[in-house]
């Protein structure tokens, strides 16, 4: 038989938060607030069937764990004018805490060596860690602080144009599930009558396992962006309005190669893949996995990428009554690139006390060959060129006839939003080619892609309102193929093949397209 998967969650989030907004003189605006949020995180994976002919299971709830963790932020700011002149000043204080008791040993999360259970060899494979830390070899983990400047200033320059500059340092928190995850522990020593759907005894003998699931990693810490803008807004004839804005952004302590481009952004969303370490902690054999003499290893995440943005964004747009548009231009260049170990072994000691390790960690970086040092582009994920049509009409409350106190044409929003996105640039030459070859060479297909939303509201009762909505992603259907890379793209440049299943020969469309197909909502709220 095949393998058989089961994932489930509970996630509960309480949240608080307040602001105090105070005209505390003519020229100052004051505001200041605070944020809280706690949440409560259980999750199940089970994973088993038959390998090699074994019975096997693999599960993250051999010791069942709630995880609470909480964060929050102190923030002030003062809107200072001044002959014309606007500045925004600020500061953030956010910090966050896992909540968690953790093995103090990172090689060893479960507590299942034969060190964790005070050098007794019997019991390798039992997973002695406790949610509630009782005993020797934990830690609690740290409340994490970071304060974040922000300093924003609008100067005219003329009556039609001003010039403006933003500074800001942004702090984030990586994803709980990057933080909290619990490690995925393997076995095929499982109790008469007993497979990967039941909960597995805590007296089952296991091993770490490296595949599927990473565990979570507790001593991240935060991933920091620092951004500058400058730029200007011209008014013309108070009809539209053009603002040009150059921008750049720097990234580092990333749990994520690439990041988002664009000065609007101020999130650090990654765009690539996770930034990782294997843990190689067991003291016999690193990688040996036979259950009661070895722990084997696992990968969880680290802040080891770096990524830096610069480009610039023209924007062009209506101010008129009813029927307004959006037009964007982004240019952007963004290069990305990680610094971290790959690979890390515990350090033992021997007799004498001499350190030793039955491995070599990999170091991925500056130092070494893949480009470290410089980055590489990030254009899969971020394009260079793109471009963004919004069209938004709006209808006033009591337009057109009214029928029975209702304005059928009153009160309707239509909203469009079209993206266009350069296509990748990438190699390729035909496999009988004997000449010379430049990288780069080929562009693929551009992607456009468009959105609608339609809303009507109509008030029932004094001031609440009935809201009938429909929203249409993707709104022409299109497909944005993949570009593909060794065989199948030479199958689809040489034979316009797409990608199909060796054995079976069946079509791989789940994986021919990088969007999806349009989707239509309809629904429906009430607004009071």
């Not at 088993?48 to 764990?65: E, K």
């Not at 005070?118 to 494979?125: F, L, N, R, V, Y």
């Not at 997973?127 to 200033?153: E, M, Q």
């Not at 610039?312 to 231009?329: A, H, M, P, Q, T």
Request: charged share 15%.
């Amino acid at each position: 038989g095949g393998d058989v998967w089961r994932s489930w969650s509970y996630n509960r989030s309480y949240n608080i938060k307040g602001d105090l907004t105070s005209q505390v003189t003519k020229q100052h605006l004051v505001k200041a607030g605070f944020v809280f949020s706690f949440q409560e995180i259980e999750k199940h994976t089970h994973e088993g069937g038959l390998a090699s002919g074994l019975v096997f299971a693999q599960v993250d709830d051999i010791i069942p764990i709630v995880n609470r963790p909480y964060e929050g932020a102190l923030y002030a700011q003062d809107k200072i004018e001044v002959g014309g002149m606007v500045v925004n000043a600020g500061v953030r204080l956010d910090f966050f805490n896992a909540n968690k008791n953790v093995s103090e040993d990172i090689f060893d999360p479960l507590m299942i060596s034969a060190a964790a259970h005070g050098g007794d060899t019997t019991k390798i494979g039992i997973v002695g860690y406790r949610p509630d830390g009782a005993g020797p070899g934990y830690a609690k983990t740290p409340t994490r602080y970071a304060v974040s400047p922000r300093l924003g200033i609008s100067h005219p320059i003329t009556e039609s144009t001003v010039l403006h500059f933003m500074f800001g340092v942004f702090n984030q928190r990586p994803a709980w599930n990057k933080i909290l995850a619990n490690p995925v522990v393997w076995t095929n020593q499982l109790p008469k009558n007993m497979n990967s759907d039941f909960f597995l005894p805590e007296s089952t003998v296991v091993t770490y396992r490296y595949f599927g699931q990473k565990v979570g990693n507790p001593a991240l810490t935060w991933e920091k962006m620092t951004q500058y803008e400058v730029g200007f807004e011209q008014n013309i004839m108070d009809m539209m309005s053009l603002d040009v804005t150059m921008y750049y952004k720097d990234a580092h302590d990333l749990t994520s190669l690439g990041m988002d481009q664009g000065p609007g952004s101020v999130q650090i969303q990654q765009s690539g893949a996770n930034v990782d370490v294997r843990l190689y902690g067991d003291p016999y054999l690193p990688d040996g996995q036979v259950l009661g003499k070895n722990i084997r290893n696992f990968t969880t995440t680290v802040n080891g990428a770096w990524a830096d943005v610069r480009g610039i964004e023209i924007k062009l747009g209506s101010r008129f009554s009813w029927v307004n548009f959006d037009l964007s231009y982004n240019l952007s260049y963004l290069s990305t690139g990680s610094y971290h170990l790959s690979k890390k072994y515990k350090t033992f000691y021997d007799a004498a006390g001499n350190p030793y390790q039955l491995g070599v960690d990999n170091y991925v970086g500056a130092s070494n060959t893949d480009g470290g040092g410089i980055g590489v582009d990030d254009a899969g994920w971020n394009p260079h060129n793109s471009a963004l049509f919004k069209i938004n009409l709006k209808s006033p409350n009591n337009f057109g006839p009214e029928i029975g106190g209702v304005y059928p044409f009153g009160d309707w929003s239509l909203s469009t939003s079209t993206r266009w996105v350069e296509g990748d640039v990438y190699t390729y030459y035909s496999p009988d080619y004997t000449g010379t070859q430049i990288p780069n060479n080929k562009k693929w297909e551009n992607r456009w892609n468009t959105n609608l939303n339609i809303n009507k509201s109509v008030n029932i009762l004094g001031d609440i309102k009935l809201k009938l909505f429909i929203q249409v992603t993707n709104l022409f259907n299109q497909k944005h193929l993949q570009l593909f890379s060794g065989t199948n793209l030479t199958n689809y440049m040489e034979y316009g093949t797409l990608p199909f299943q060796s054995t079976t020969r069946e079509p791989m469309e789940w994986s021919w397209y990088s969007n999806l197909p349009r989707q239509i909502n309809i629904g429906t709220t009430l607004e009071f």
